[in-house]
């Protein structure tokens, strides 16, 4: 009968442990963190108007973006074709976003309230990003003397962190 030693156990033990140890406890790849965009972001529409926006930890907190479009008006005086501008404000003076836009895969999406209206944005690098806007045909800004567009408006954009 073979009976194993008290050495001989020893050494299978201490030979298990390591085939375990470099199985499980090698050198292993962690999740990429998410980066930090926190700050302020600044550019330029494809219609030349200004887009500004805030990042606070994984979210954007407010943003304002200059539309202009054309359309159509209709009141006492007449009607007629017309071309009119308003700032978007997401975030109203300032104030945070309730809730925040969530920041995932260096991208966010905002609908705007109550319409199909869409702002989009991807973070191209910690200090570079860009996006588009879609407003649907009925859009009528404040204070556009009742201008209101006949098409869809399509703007693109880029901003850099300030």
Do not use: E
């Amino acid at each position: 009968m073979n009976a194993l030693s008290f050495p001989n156990i020893a050494a299978v033990l201490i030979s298990t442990a390591a085939v375990l140890t470099s199985a499980c406890g090698g050198s292993s790849t962690s999740p990429t963190a998410a980066r930090d965009y926190s700050g302020s972001w600044a550019g330029t529409t494809s219609q030349g108007n200004p887009i500004t926006f805030q990042v606070s930890g994984n979210s954007v907190s407010n943003l304002n973006m200059g539309v202009s479009y054309s359309g159509h008006f209709s009141n006492s005086l007449g009607s007629g074709t017309c071309t009119a501008s308003f700032t978007l404000t997401l975030g109203f003076n300032g104030n945070a976003l309730n809730p925040p836009m969530p920041i995932n895969a260096d991208s966010f999406r905002s609908a705007v309230s109550g319409s199909t209206d869409v702002v989009v944005g991807t973070f191209n690098s910690a200090t570079s990003a860009s996006g588009n806007a879609t407003f649907l045909s009925g859009l009528q800004g404040a204070n556009t003397g009742g201008c209101v567009s006949t098409a869809a408006t399509a703007i693109t954009w880029t901003a850099t962190k300030r």
